[in-house]
């Protein structure tokens, strides 16, 4: 399927179908800067009133961050680390979990990344808290596993 009917679907009212645009979305920024190209439309997403909209442009933000030679990630960084915590704890969960990538994409970005995951404060119900304080701890050890720091 055409990037771009991929890319519109991600923010249709059809969250299954969006999610399977997703998955190809991520496939194809594993090995190619073509979805890059849409960058500026999953940071739009990231302010999205709908927590999927934004878990997508977290995780298709992180996934191009390999492909981005303009300074773009570092631009929209302070907005995508508000996401760790995220009024949503899914939301935010899946935003820690792509912090390495997107680090590992774009290494110089670790100290900031890794201040942010240090200083977060997430308050959630009891059942997701530590779920949200093993995930930063898990985020920070494999940043700091890759060297960049």
């Given at each position: 399927?055409?990037?771009?009917?991929?890319?519109?679907?991600?923010?249709?009212?059809?969250?299954?179908?969006a999610?399977?645009?997703?998955?190809e979305?991520?496939?194809?920024?594993?090995?190619?800067?073509?979805?890059?190209?849409?960058?500026?439309?999953?940071?739009?997403?990231?302010?999205?009133?709908?927590?999927?909209q934004?878990?997508?442009?977290?995780?298709?933000?992180?996934?191009?961050?390999?492909?981005?030679?303009?300074?773009?990630?570092?631009?929209?960084?302070?907005?995508?680390?508000?996401?760790?915590?995220?009024?949503?704890?899914?939301?935010?969960?899946?935003c820690?979990?792509?912090?390495?990538?997107?680090?590992?994409?774009?290494?110089?970005?670790?100290?900031?990344?890794?201040?942010?995951?240090?200083?977060?404060?997430p308050?959630?119900?009891?059942?997701?808290?530590?779920?949200?304080?093993?995930?930063?701890?898990?985020?920070?050890?494999?940043?700091?596993?890759?060297?960049?720091?």
């Amino acid at each position: 399927m055409e990037l771009e009917k991929l890319v519109q679907a991600l923010t249709g009212s059809n969250d299954r179908y969006a999610y399977a645009c997703l998955k190809e979305l991520l496939m194809q920024s594993e090995n190619s800067d073509a979805v890059f190209v849409y960058f500026d439309r999953f940071v739009a997403m990231i302010s999205a009133q709908n927590s999927y909209q934004r878990t997508r442009g977290l995780l298709l933000i992180a996934a191009n961050a390999q492909w981005d030679t303009e300074g773009k990630v570092q631009e929209v960084l302070p907005e995508y680390l508000c996401h760790i915590t995220d009024e949503k704890p899914i939301t935010a969960r899946q935003c820690i979990r792509a912090l390495p990538q997107l680090v590992a994409g774009q290494p110089a970005l670790a100290p900031a990344v890794l201040q942010a995951l240090q200083t977060a404060k997430p308050q959630y119900a009891d059942s997701m808290q530590g779920l949200v304080q093993r995930d930063i701890a898990a985020a920070a050890q494999a940043i700091a596993a890759q060297g960049s720091v």
